[in-house]
Antibody, heavy 117, light 111 residues
Framework: EVQLVESGGDLVQPGGSLRLSCVAS????????MHWVRQAPGTGLVWVSR????????NYADSVRGRFTISRDNAKNTLYLQMNSLRAEDTAFYFC??????????WGQGTLVTVSS | QSALTQPASVSGSPGQSITISCTGT?????????VSWYQQHPGQAPKLMIY???NRPSGVSDRFSGSKSGNTASLTISGLQAEDEADYYC???????????FGTGTRLTVL
């Protein structure tokens, strides 16, 4: 069974930093593109970033480019999201997801990031 | 890149059919057959219901079907059941720097 378990969400002040982690199990992690998707409470889904299976290529939404960095450690089956210069509008649940082709076939349960003073 | 446009809410009675639309542009929905649909119950992670416009993942009821015409994709749910009540989101690959875009979301109420 595919499992994605996020952690690292917390309350952080504007301008602060946070690193999210996602531990994957139940599949060959190194064989898949992985992404982060976020959802502010009570609102819709927004794609944040993706990383190629071997970590050699990354992409970002315009709203986070230059502030967020996606990475992975295939030896540890773990996906990361380093978030710097956090803003109030970054407040959201952050989901770690796996894609096959252009579809998200597996989701984690999400970790909540709250940016507030 | 703006979100794809969905109706905020739709409703139907048990046994009826409903259709949720998802309107984009030629840079996303109209340009690629990479439209997916996700179901999200309150407090839960989304679940893939349709991918590549018309395909159903294993385990998803055949009451769910997808289609596309021009820049608008649609999700149809036939034989509505109480457990179908949820939020539904479409998504598409896009040629913009965003790469993936989601719809605004539709709240389905089963009366």
């Amino acid at each position: 069974e595919v499992q994605l378990v996020e952690s690292g969400g917390d309350l952080v002040q504007p301008g602060g930093s946070l690193r999210l982690s996602c531990v994957a199990s139940g599949f060959i992690f190194s064989g898949y593109w992985m992404h982060w998707v976020r959802q502010a409470p009570g609102t819709g889904l927004v794609w944040v970033s993706r990383i190629k299976s071997d970590g050699s290529s990354t992409n970002y939404a315009d709203s986070v480019r230059g502030r967020f960095t996606i990475s992975r450690d295939n030896a540890k089956n773990t996906l990361y999201l380093q978030m710097n210069s956090l803003r109030a509008e970054d407040t959201a649940f952050y989901f770690c997801v796996r894609t096959i082709g252009y579809r998200i076939d597996s989701w984690g349960q999400g970790t909540l990031v709250t940016v507030s003073s | 890149q703006s979100a794809l446009t969905q109706p905020a809410s739709v409703s139907g009675s048990p046994g009826q059919s409903i259709t949720i639309s998802c309107t984009g542009t030629s840079s996303d929905v109209g340009g690629y057959n990479y439209v997916s649909w996700y179901q999200q119950h309150p407090g839960q992670a989304p679940k893939l219901m349709i991918y590549d416009v018309t395909n159903r993942p294993s385990g998803v009821s055949d009451r769910f079907s997808g289609s596309k015409s021009g820049n608008t994709a649609s999700l149809t749910i036939s034989g509505l059941q109480a457990e179908d009540e949820a939020d539904y989101y479409c998504s598409s690959y896009t040629s913009s720097s965003t790469l993936f875009v989601f719809g605004t979301g539709t709240r389905l109420t089963v009366l």
